[in-house]
């Protein structure tokens, strides 16, 4: 089994490039979260390959792709943030601690430039969903 | 003597739903200055609300809050039907009660464990707690599922449930989709159990501050979806009479209106309060629970709040196995309800306590004004009373460790931010260079 999780927003200008990225594959098993809760870790439980795509705020150039083997490396906690409590990073770290991430666990940040509620996807991140969308899609 | 003031300051507090930050300002042993500071944005819900149609609003405040959603909705709908003229029990009530009692679980879970725990047991986070603990912490998952899933089997989904409508339900769920919950609920009831005796065991501050405690109170069962609104010292009243006892203020340091009583002061919502005014109507498991460990009503020390959680999940477990037994499919699964010209008011106990709605409709079923108290707007004073009762007589306590114990403060009341932005950075400012 493998399946794609959209996280996001809608309603938050760049915070919604995961969901859309997810809301354009249909090659995948797809999921969409509006947070990035705990959740997560009972969404993957029967899976093989994972992939996460969600908006991040690292400080490079807005609608910078970054792609990260989670299964290798953890991911940079400020980057993938939450307004929740347990944010995409935490439950990753969390699942790994407890053995519980997949066999293939890869995750794409599409850095954000606005998050505001109501506001629109900035163009850079509108191309970067659209470009993200077409590899996935034939991945 | 500037060698005795200094600032403790948390820019961004963790492990609390939202973005919020405290500041304090010690001078000698005294506090000076005291801010639990919402910065979060005001999100204005209240304001598009005017103009939408009345059944819309379970929907639209579902949307406040990923954690306590069912508590918005039916908050919502006790206010629509208020202005009706309606209230609906029978089966629809009980699985509002079953479908709240889905949300305390996973909420309580999640609080109980994975965010206050760490806390007591001095691990930065759930995660390295989970390195020493796995077993604890796989229960708390479990349970959180569970609590999700009854979300799922009744509210649609487990987040922004979608089958809840003003009067009832777009669809009941069938007795099987229930039972299928039964064995998981039970496994859960020996859990929660176990949860209580491992927390009441945490070495708790010595720490007590008298509250005004306000909580529903139902004649015939530990209140959740409906009741009056009563407190410590005596207040009585229903919940359409909250705007003639209660007034939010605004404060310069919180994007969250303070809620107040009128003429009083400050005051504690949440499962302190709902223990010490409605703790006899707990479930036999959990006065058992509560009883074995020595938790009696009344209880006083804001950092026992999370046994009292611990406890209060028994009761969900224990009574959501009742409701499930006694099922039988509401048909049709709602009433309707036609508010006109006509204001309502709905309350309801949020996993952080009381929340309060109220509605004003016109002549065409359109909200034309709307108000939402959420329970960290009523708790916010508290807060900032029992910080600043804590730092009194601990002021020799180095920085790192006066900022540990107020940020665990803080989360006693498991503030959920983002509902009250309508969030947390802890600053403690003291001059004292040697602390």
Known sequence: MRRLIGIGNPDRGDDAAGWEVAGRVTSWDVSRLTAGSLSLIDLWQDDDEVIIVDAMKSGAPVGTVVRIDAICDRLPHGAFSSTHAFGPAAVVELARTMARLPRSLIVYGIEAGQVEHGTPMTAAVATAVDQLALELQDA | ?435
Not at chain 2, 224 to 248: A, K, M, Q
Not at chain 2, 293 to 314: D, H, M, Q, W, Y
Not at chain 2, 355 to 362: A, C, N, S, V
């Open chain 2, 1 to 435: 003597m500037p060698s005795d003031r200094r600032e403790i300051a948390v820019d961004y507090l963790a492990r609390v739903e939202g973005e919020g930050a405290m500041y304090l300002k010690i001078d000698g042993d005294e506090v000076t200055d005291l801010q639990f500071n919402i910065f979060e944005p005001p999100r204005f819900y209240e304001a598009f609300l005017r103009g939408r149609y009345f059944g819309e609003a379970p929907d639209i405040t579902a949307r406040i809050c990923g954690i306590c959603p069912v508590a918005y909705q039916t908050s919502a709908v006790n206010a629509m039907e208020n202005a009706a003229g309606m209230f609906i029990g029978g089966q629809i009530r009980e699985l509002r009660r079953l479908l709240y009692f889905g949300e305390w679980i996973e909420s309580h879970t999640l609080h109980v464990y994975m965010l206050h725990a760490p806390d007591f047991l001095r691990y930065p986070s759930a995660i390295e707690m989970a390195a020493d603990l796995p077993d604890v912490v796989g229960n708390a998952l479990r349970l959180k599922k569970l609590g999700n899933t009854i979300m799922t089997v009744v509210g649609g989904r487990e987040i922004h449930p979608i089958n809840v409508r003003v009067g009832g339900f777009y669809r009941a769920p069938t007795k099987p989709e229930l039972q299928a919950l039964v064995e998981e609920l039970e496994w859960a009831l020996e859990t929660a159990v176990a949860t209580v005796s491992l927390v009441a065991g945490f070495d708790f501050p010595d720490f007590d501050r008298e509250h005004e405690f306000v909580a529903l109170h139902h004649p015939d069962e530990y209140a959740i979806t409906d009741g009056r609104i009563v407190s410590s010292s005596g207040l009585d009243i229903d919940p359409t009479e909250w705007p003639d006892h209660f007034e939010e203020t605004h404060v310069e340091w919180s994007n969250a209106l303070h809620a107040n009583i009128k003429g009083g002061g400050g005051y504690y919502v949440g499962p302190m309060a709902r223990f010490a005014l409605n703790g006899e109507q707990l479930s036999p498991s959990a006065l058992a629970a509560a009883s074995s460990v020595g938790l009696v009503p009344g209880v006083t020390n804001p950092f026992k709040s999370i046994v009292v959680r611990a406890v209060e999940i028994v009761h969900a477990c224990e009574t959501s196995l009742k409701i499930i037994e006694a099922y039988e499919p509401p048909d049709p699964p709602f009433l309707t309800v036609e508010p006109r010209s006509a204001t309502g008011h709905g309350a309801s106990e949020a996993p952080r306590g009381l929340l309060y709605h109220r509605y004003e409709i016109d002549e065409s079923e359109i909200i034309v004004d709307a108000q939402i108290v959420p329970p960290t707007s009523q708790n916010q004073r508290s807060i900032e009373e029992d910080l600043r009762k804590y730092v009194t007589g601990r002021t020799h306590l180095d920085d790192e460790t006066l900022q540990w114990q107020l940020e665990q403060a803080i989360r006693n009341y498991d503030p959920c931010i983002s509902c009250a932005t309508h969030f947390l950075d802890l600053t403690v400012d003291r001059t004292d260079p040697q602390r």
